[in-house]
């Protein structure tokens, strides 16, 4: 029992994280968004509005302690606006209510105080970008007639590069990918996220959303590129702010924004992706 305890520990060194808790909240998460999107898709819709405002309070609060005093709820009521927008005006409702909510956003900011408006207005932008706009893709893909099969594969793509970015990073992690930025992050964790996505994705394009293997296997190329991409902006923003984690309410993760940093840059790549083979009837 202490030998198991030894490995486990040695393992959460240098990972970064705890193993067990991180597993149980990452099957605790599956669960709610594969019971919510096959037998209620207007749940599945509550259950990504509740965590990007979860995302945007640990945002602004971030914000806030490196000196960036930014209005959490005029900014969790653009993003609800954006959120409801995509859900019932599609890609181009996402459009037409992320220009009207950051110029409205902006004129607020600069009514309630006109101090280091620059500073604070470029928060925001980023942040309704970053959060809302981003997670409205992720509506785009469940609002749809095989919802759930593409959900599906978003959750395998971006699966199957956490894991086993992690899991290789673990056993043969020696080179570091951005030490400045994810100093647990190496290029053979990068090598078994890539192995392991590309074939991910040929299964999942071929069995839940009926499409030829090799598309899947080349959008599964393109998901750890997004995925990974993801996860270090999010690093990046952290290190900029000073801060470890953007929250404690996953434990083993941190915060929302901690769990669904590669969704949110894999999202709109899948969807994109997804249209195009829909366009040329691939």
């Not at 029992?1 to 994280?17: C, Q």
């Not at 509005?49 to 969790?76: C, F, H, N, T």
């Amino acid at each position: 029992m202490e030998d198991i305890h030894s490995i486990n520990d040695a393992i959460n060194k240098k990972a970064g994280r705890k193993l067990i808790p991180s597993i149980l909240v990452s099957l605790s998460i599956l669960l709610l968004v594969f019971g919510t999107i096959y037998y209620a898709p207007i749940l599945f819709g509550a259950l990504i509005w509740l965590a990007i405002m979860l995302a945007i309070r640990e945002i602004v609060r971030a914000y806030k302690s490196a000196g960036i005093d930014l209005p959490e709820r005029a900014l969790q009521l653009a993003g609800t606006a954006l959120l409801v927008s995509a859900w019932y005006g599609r890609v181009s409702g996402l459009a037409v209510a992320t220009a009207i909510a950051i110029p409205n956003l902006l004129v607020y900011l600069l009514v309630r105080n006109s101090k280091d408006f620059v500073k604070r207005s470029t928060a925001a932008t980023f942040a309704i970008f970053y959060i809302p706009f981003l997670a409205g893709f992720l509506l785009l893909l469940a609002h749809h007639e095989n919802g759930g099969g593409r959900i599906l594969t978003l959750v395998v793509l971006v699966s199957c590069n956490d894991t086993f970015a992690y899991l290789s990073g673990v056993l043969f992690g020696k080179h570091p990918l951005a030490p400045h930025i994810s100093p647990k992050k190496t290029w053979e964790g990068l090598i078994g996220a890539l192995i392991a996505t590309t074939v991910g994705s040929a299964l999942a394009f071929r069995f839940a959303l009926d499409s030829e293997w090799w598309l899947g296997a080349g959008i599964g190329v393109m998901a750890v590129i997004t995925a990974t991409s993801g996860d270090l902006i999010e690093s990046a923003v952290k290190r900029d702010l000073a801060i470890k984690d953007m929250g404690a309410i996953l434990p083993g993760h941190g915060g929302i924004l901690d769990r669904i940093d590669s969704v949110l840059f894999t999202a709109p790549a899948v969807w994109f992706a997804l249209e195009l083979i829909k366009h040329f009837n691939w």
